[in-house]
């Protein structure tokens, strides 16, 4: 793995001068059926960033994002939030710690409303003045919330759906919000729409962990970038680090990424 780090730091570490390291993954193995898809992953996410993960089809990246939710038991490695480790805990149990992901596929009840489905996403509070409270400040982030609440979901446009559910997300107050190829299937004005409510979200104190096929726009956007290759780390460093390095060009062709000359 290459390092694009300034300063020293230990491999797939934050970037220097990042917040305090919030989820942590050291020499992650997982995989599915037919055998590792990760293969020893060891990267950082700093709280207060936005960490984005890139990388050609089939390196690994929705592998990753299912074995930070839950959804996948690591079989060697750990991940660990906030200093508590997660491995063999529910996809429930790590919602209730504060980490929250929104799906590549549209997750919304077409035949329930908006403001039914964003209320949805607090089905763990059990307190309704504090679900009243969440849903007046997320709409106040959201207009659609507000704007369209009665509406069905499945009236809305692909792009409307997924404001839908970055603001359904937000009801559990997450620590870490998770963004699964978020502008998959998104045209360019919807697209260029979709980021600034990723920078919103960001702005107002959240920290994301996202994976995004748009690589240009998702490594622009990001504080710290991840190329995942193979199922490995390959590059870290800055968003804008990783995006300016000469190797990248490989990955936006879709190819593997080529190997770093050494000097004699």
């Known amino acids: 793995m290459t390092s694009l780090s300034a300063e020293p730091s230990a491999p797939g570490g934050p970037v220097p001068g990042a917040g305090p390291v919030l989820l942590s993954l050291d020499g992650v193995v997982a995989g599915y059926g037919g055998g590792d898809v990760l293969k020893g992953v060891t990267f950082d996410v700093a709280e207060g960033g936005i960490t984005c993960i890139v990388g050609p089809n089939g390196a690994g990246k929705s592998t990753l994002l299912a074995a930070v939710s839950g959804l996948l038991c690591p079989r ?21 710690r504060g980490i929250v992901q929104v799906p590549q596929n549209h997750s919304l009840f077409r035949e329930m409303s908006v403001r039914e489905n964003v209320e949805m996403g607090a089905f763990l509070v059990r307190d309704r003045k504090v679900v009243a409270e969440r849903l007046e400040r997320i709409a106040s982030l959201f207009p659609i919330v507000s704007e369209r609440a009665g509406d069905k979901a499945g009236s809305l446009s692909g792009g409307q759906q997924r404001l839908v559910e970055f603001a359904r997300c937000l009801m559990l107050d997450p620590a870490l919000v998770v963004l699964d190829e978020p502008s998959m299937g998104l045209d360019p004005k919807t697209l260029h729409s979709m980021f600034e409510t990723v920078r919103l979200m960001h702005a107002d104190g959240r920290t994301i962990l996202l994976v995004e096929q748009n690589a240009r726009a998702g490594l622009r956007l990001a504080t710290h970038g991840v190329v995942l290759e193979n199922g490995r780390v390959r590059l870290t460093g800055s968003g804008r680090e990783v995006l300016e390095h000469p190797e990248i060009g490989a990955l936006y062709l879709g190819g593997a990424v080529a190997p770093v000359a050494t000097g004699s």
Not at 76 to 96: C, H, M, N, V
């Open 76 to 96: 060697l490695g750990t991940i660990t939030f906030r200093g508590e480790e997660l491995g063999g805990k529910s996809p429930k149990a790590i919602l209730q």
